[in-house]
């Protein structure tokens, strides 16, 4: 089955900076990466997705980026803010029907004002 | 307009007993998921329901059930907790097209200990 690797686990940077988050897959047949934003106390949020027929996809300061032939993808986070504090997934998933995604482990990531 | 909504939002049990986790949502969604969320271990699918009258087994399916009640319900049941089901669990719903994903909208959570 897939398996996703997210790294790193704990991000800091300071307010202004860019964040990096990134993450491999194993299965070939993935074609479907979304982020998922969660605050704490909450739920996760989408926060971006990108399907595999592209290589880049940007909303304002959010963007990730795919090599489906390395086999992973990105989330990157440009001129930061505090209000982006938060733990950020990635997922994985074959693009069909229900959706079986299958979660990176997590990255804390601290804005320092 | 609520979403999706999870109750309760905490529990504590002792190994043995059994408990239900009720979700409801109210976006007509066709899909609805159990995940559980560990610490360094990122969510993982229970169980899904990918539409009314149909449930499969996820990741880790084992010492769970799962009801889908009606297209906005679904429920997990726990029949005799364990202290390795000790966790956060979240519920989720998607509107699950033929051919595309849609995203998967979560509740706020049940956190669940297990003495």
């Known amino acids: 089955g897939e398996n996703v690797e997210q790294h790193p686990s704990t991000l800091s940077v300071q307010e202004g900076d860019s964040a990096v988050i990134k993450c491999t897959y194993s299965d070939s047949a993935s074609n479907y990466f979304p982020w998922y934003k969660q605050e704490l106390g909450k739920g996760p949020q989408l926060i971006i997705d990108?399907?595999?027929?592209?290589g880049e996809k940007k909303d304002q300061r959010i963007a990730v980026t795919l090599n489906k032939t390395a086999k992973h993808f990105s989330l990157h986070i440009t001129e930061t803010q505090p209000e982006d504090s938060a733990v950020y997934f990635c997922a994985a998933s074959i693009d069909q029907g229900a959706q079986k995604l299958v979660f990176g482990q997590g990255t804390r990531l601290t804005i320092n004002p | 307009n609520a979403g999706v909504t999870q109750t309760p939002k905490f529990q504590v049990l002792k190994t043995g007993q059994s408990m239900t986790l009720q979700c409801a949502q109210d976006m007509n969604h066709n899909s609805m998921y159990w995940y559980r969320q560990d610490p360094g271990m990122g969510l993982r699918l229970i169980y899904y329901?990918?539409?009314?009258?149909?449930?499969d087994k996820g990741e880790v399916p084992n010492g769970y059930n799962v009801s889908r009640l009606n297209k906005r319900e679904f429920s997990l049941r726990l029949e005799s907790a364990a202290p390795s089901q000790t966790s956060v669990y979240f519920c989720a719903s998607s509107e699950a097209g033929q051919a595309y994903n849609s995203p998967l909208h979560f509740g706020n959570g049940t956190r669940l200990t297990v003495t």
């Open positions: 329901s990918a539409s009314e009258g149909t449930t």
């Open positions: 990108i399907r595999s027929n592209v």
